[in-house]
C-alpha cells in the first residue's frame, strides 16, 4: 500500500488488497479478520486491535497516494480513525504511522491530528533508567514500532521532543539487538535484561519493524547512520543474521517464519513475506535519498534533518 502511486505493474495486485480492505470493513469502523475457504464470504469474526491499527496505517498510505485510491478509502480511514479506541501500544503505534501518512498530504487534517494526540498517551511512558527506558518490562514483538511512532508523530505535529524521544529509544534499541556486526533480534517469547541473548526463535517482524523504524529516522535527521542501520536490518534476511541463515527465498519471493538456532523455519507467512517487503522498501527509500542528496550536494527533501540524530 506504501508505494500504490508508483507502482502501476502492480494495479491487479492493488486491486485485491483495496477490495480486501473494502471488504473487511464494517460500519463501527473495525475489520473483520477472516474469509471462509470454500467460497470467500467473510466470518462474523472481528480482529484484534494490531489488525486494526494495521488496516489504519494501510489506509492512511492510500490517504497519502491521491487518486482513486484516496477516493475509495479516505471514508474508510475517517470512519475508523474517529471510532478507534485501544490501550494496546502496537495497536496506536500502527494507528499513529497511518495517521502521520494522512497528514503528510493533508496538513492539520483534524481527524488524523485527533488521532494522533489521542494514540500518544498509549504508547506507554519511557523510563528514566539509561539501563532500561523501554516503556515495558520486557521487550516483546514488533518493538521498532514504539519508537517508530514516536518520531513520526513528533515530525507529523512539529513536536521536536518527541522525535527526540523516539530517536533515543530507538537507539537504545538498536544496540540491545546489535550483535557484532548484525541485527540480533528479540525472540518470539520475549526479553528482558540478564536473560541470555542470542535467542530463538526471531521473529522476521522485527527486522521488518526496524528497517522501517530506522529509516523513519534517517527521514528525520538525515544521518546516513541510520541508513546503515537501516541496510543492516534488511541484510537480516539474506544471513547476516546470528546463524547465517537465508530468510528469504529468492525463488518463491517469500520470507521464512523465524530464525531458529539450527537455521530457519521453512514455512513462509503472509507477516514474513511482508516483512521482507517491507525492509525492502525501506532499504531502498533511504539509498534513494542518500544519493539524492549526493547529487544536489544537499540533503533532500524527504531525509529534512530538523534537530540532531541520535543514531547509534
Known sequence: MRELSERTDLS???????TYLEGAHQPDGRFLDRRSAPNGEWLPMLGSDDSNGRA????????????TYAERLR?????????????????????ILGAAEVLKVHTGDPIATSLIHRCIPRLG????????PWPEDRLAYDNARL?????????????????????????WLANVETNDDHFSFTPHSGWALDEPRPGFDQ????????????????????????????????????GQNDTGAM???????G??????????NENEGAESTLAVITALQAARRTQTALRNAASTTSVSSTAAPIHRSAAP
Not at 511512558?125 to 532500561?132: G, I, K, S, Y
Not at 508523530?153 to 530517536?167: F, H, I, Q, S, Y
Not at 530468510?247 to 519471493?253: D, K, V
Open 125 to 132: 511512558t519511557t523510563r528514566l533508567n539509561p539501563v532500561w
Open 75 to 95: 471514508p474508510l480511514f475517517d470512519v475508523t480513525a474517529t471510532a478507534f479506541e485501544s490501550t494496546a501500544p502496537r495497536a496506536n503505534a500502527w494507528a
Open 203 to 238: 521473529q522476521p517482524i522485527e527486522a521488518g519493524s526496524m528497517a522501517d523504524a530506522c529509516a523513519e529516522a534517517f527521514a528525520a535527521t538525515g544521518d546516513p547512520r541510520w541508513n546503515e542501520l537501516t541496510q543492516r536490518a534488511a541484510a537480516w534476511f539474506f
Open 147 to 171: 519508537p517508530q511512532a514516536r518520531i513520526a508523530a513528533g515530525r507529523a505535529l512539529g513536536d521536536v521532543d518527541l522525535v527526540e524521544e523516539g530517536l533515543a529509544l530507538l537507539t
Open 247 to 253: 530468510l528469504f527465498n529468492p525463488q518463491t519471493g
Open 56 to 67: 489504519l496505517f494501510s489506509l492512511g498510505c492510500a490517504v497519502r497516494a491521491g487518486g
Open 255 to 264: 520470507g521464512r517464519d523465524g530464525l531458529e538456532a539450527d537455521g530457519c
Open 12 to 18: 491487479d495486485l492493488i486491486e485485491i488488497c483495496i
